[in-house]
């Protein structure tokens, strides 16, 4: 790729995604594909925003279907196929934020097949999991984790981010900053769940930061710092151990679980993704699906 403007823009829309707070990663490789679609242009004699069309993305997106692997065998999976249409996507955001120009894209993501499993926990499972916590400290914190990434439907980093002043108790909210799409967000919490984390918070918290008291982390590890969503992982499955229950399950599956729950109760679905913090209804409609699954 050798047009000055195209290299502008990879440019420019890798520091767009990292000053809006996206992952390490995301802002790695998006960059990456935008290049790889703009060197397509290129040799497809295309060389400015404006001239981009609707069948020009189709036919990129359709030559990557088909193209090897570039390393080892066979075509790229849909999912990756994927990973290109979100990106074009991304970039059209983008442009049409910052420069109030749009590239038409007709394309749909593909249908990946066997993705894995959703796990949903039944209303009865989950109780078991609040049963079987006990009255240390640590159990304290685990009802409070359950109330959390259950009671809040939070997403695993959103949860482990949390800090102490983020639960407005007298509002009955959780505030979320570190979102996956940096959109902040203020999520509600049951009497139950608030009592829950209010006890953690009084009683137990105390007790697990010792004389660390500058820490600021909600959820408090064995040693005193900010808690790592692999060691809330490595306690969720100790409770399911106990509870009895075999299913393969993490923290998401908290958050699949609860969506799930709200959408039997008759929650609209358009409150159900702002509850999630989705950013649009196609990635709440899958709840729809695990709930006609059961």
């Known amino acids: 790729m050798n047009t000055k403007t ?3 823009y990879v440019e420019s829309f890798a520091g767009w995604l990292e000053a809006i707070g996206y992952s390490k990663s995301t802002t790695e490789y998006s960059p990456r594909i935008l290049k790889e679609f703009f060197t397509w242009l290129t040799k497809h004699d295309i060389h400015s925003i404006e001239h981009i069309t609707a069948e020009h993305t189709e036919a990129f997106i359709e030559y990557n279907k088909t193209r090897p692997k570039k390393q080892g065998e ?8 994927n990973r290109y249409i979100d990106v074009i996507r991304k970039f059209n955001e983008y442009i049409r934020k910052t420069q109030n120009i749009e590239i038409p894209i007709n394309t749909e993501r593909l249908d990946e097949g066997e993705r894995k499993k959703r796990i949903v926990l039944p209303e009865n499972e989950i109780k078991l999991l609040y049963d079987v916590t ?3 400290p640590f159990g304290i914190r685990d009802r409070a984790m359950l109330s ?3 009671g809040c439907g939070l997403r695993k980093e959103e949860g482990v981010q949390l800090d102490l002043s983020d639960i407005l108790i007298e509002k009955k909210l959780v505030y979320v900053r570190k979102t996956k799409n940096s959109y902040e967000r203020y ?3 049951t009497t139950a769940g608030l009592k829950l984390v209010e006890q953690y918070i009084y009683n137990a918290r105390p007790l697990l930061i010792g004389d660390k008291s500058s820490e600021q982390a909600l959820f408090i590890s064995e040693r005193g710092n900010r808690i790592s969503k692999e060691r809330f992982y490595q306690q969720l499955q100790i409770l399911c151990m106990k509870a009895g229950i075999t299913k393969q399950i993490g923290l998401h599956s908290l958050r699949h679980s609860i969506a799930t729950h709200l959408l039997q109760r008759g929650m609209d679905l ?4 702002m509850f999630l913090g989705h950013k649009s209804l196609d990635s709440t409609q899958i709840y729809t699906h695990l709930l006609n699954e059961e």
Not at 270 to 273: L, M, N, T
């Open 6 to 8: 195209f290299s502008y």
């Open 74 to 81: 066979g075509s790229i999976s849909a999912s990756h196929i």
């Open 134 to 136: 006990d009255e240390t």
């Open 148 to 150: 959390v990434y259950y």
């Open 187 to 189: 999520v509600p919490i």
């Open 270 to 273: 358009k409150e159900i993704a």
